[in-house]
């Protein structure tokens, strides 16, 4: 009977092994699933973080593009201005 008990006793032992490694396995998939959960979180701040930098950037680049018209009329004005004078100045030497 004592051989059986002993039997029995080391089955049991190598069972509650088992199932300590199962818990341990189902800590590690826990940890890991929680640590997936942070990731994604993270990849959604990030993009929207690209998402608002993308609507500053299409700002940006409406007031580029209307500073540059803004600064092509100035220019033509300018030249035109000082073509005016320079003919002004030019008809008066030879009149």
Known sequence: ?????????????????????????????????????????????????MNRFSKKLDGIDDKVNDNVRTIGVITK??????SAVVLAVASHIFM
Do not use: C, G, P
């Open 1 to 49: 009977m004592a051989v059986v008990e002993e039997t029995q006793n080391t089955r049991l032992d190598r069972i509650e092994e088992k199932i300590d490694k199962l818990s341990d396995a189902m800590i590690s998939l826990a940890r890991a699933e929680e640590k997936l959960v942070a990731i994604d979180k993270n990849n959604h701040a990030n993009y929207d973080r």
């Open 77 to 82: 004005s300018f030249w035109l201005v000082t």
